[in-house]
T-cell receptor
């Protein structure tokens, strides 16, 4: 079964508007971490934001925020005030486990391509 | 700002040849990873490495693959006999510890097997 699901293969947003990229996850672990990465056309993977399963507050990093709804197992990325440079592929990822069962492995979703229109 | 580096950026090889992909993780990091991304697809975990041994490997990481930390700075992925389906972008990543908030990725090596 898919552990990380990103249901939006492609999204468009107008410059300066906010956009939400969806991510749902599946795990039976109580302790896990959720990540978002940006992959521009140049190919590198850029870390954006992290949310721990025990964090009560939603994570924020500048224009990025993570809308974490634990009961619904969703971890949507919100980008405020979109810029042309935000056009890229966005991946949601999860790290499961705690202690020795946590090897640091990240499991990625299929990604969402975001295009920002001027 | 410290970063993970990878060489070469692009490697072209013939089927059946051995390749070694090189990575220099961030200097104070202790956990190292390899991932691959076939063109247009999601990023897939290959292997994690800590304290000079493999912590976990995926089903993709079969006997054709091996990893090594030959010295204090380099981390390598070797593919013994490449196949066409090994063509992908290979990313090295590192983190300070297992539960680190950030896992830093290198820029990737694009491997093309002909």
């Amino acid at each position: 079964a898919q552990k990380i699901t990103q249901t939006q293969p492609g999204m468009f947003v107008q410059e300066k508007e906010a956009v939400t990229l969806d991510c749902t996850y599946d795990t039976s672990d109580q302790s896990y971490g959720l990540f978002w990465y940006k992959q521009p056309s140049s190919g590198e993977m850029i870390f954006l934001i992290y949310q721990g399963s025990y964090d009560e507050q939603n994570a924020t990093e500048g224009r990025y925020s993570l809308n974490f709804q634990k009961a619904r197992k969703s971890a949507n990325l919100v980008i405020s005030a979109s810029q042309l440079g935000d056009s890229a592929m966005y991946f949601c990822a999860m790290r499961e486990g705690r202690g020795s069962s946590n090897t640091g492995k990240l499991i990625f979703g299929q990604g969402t391509t975001l295009q920002v229109k001027p | 700002e410290p970063e993970v580096t990878q060489t070469p950026s692009h490697q072209v090889t013939q089927m059946g040849q051995e390749v070694i992909l090189r990575c220099v993780p961030i200097s104070n990091h202790l956990y190292f990873y390899w991932y691959r991304q076939i063109l247009g697809q999601k990023v897939e975990f290959l292997v994690s490495f800590y304290n000079n041994e493999i912590s976990e490997k995926s089903e993709i990481f079969d006997d054709q693959f091996s990893v090594e930390r030959p010295d204090g700075s380099n981390f390598t992925l070797k593919i013994r006999s490449t196949k066409l389906e090994d063509s992908a972008m290979y990313f090295c990543a590192s983190s300070e510890f297992r539960g680190a908030y950030e896992q830093y990725f290198g820029p990737g090596t694009r491997l093309t097997v002909t």
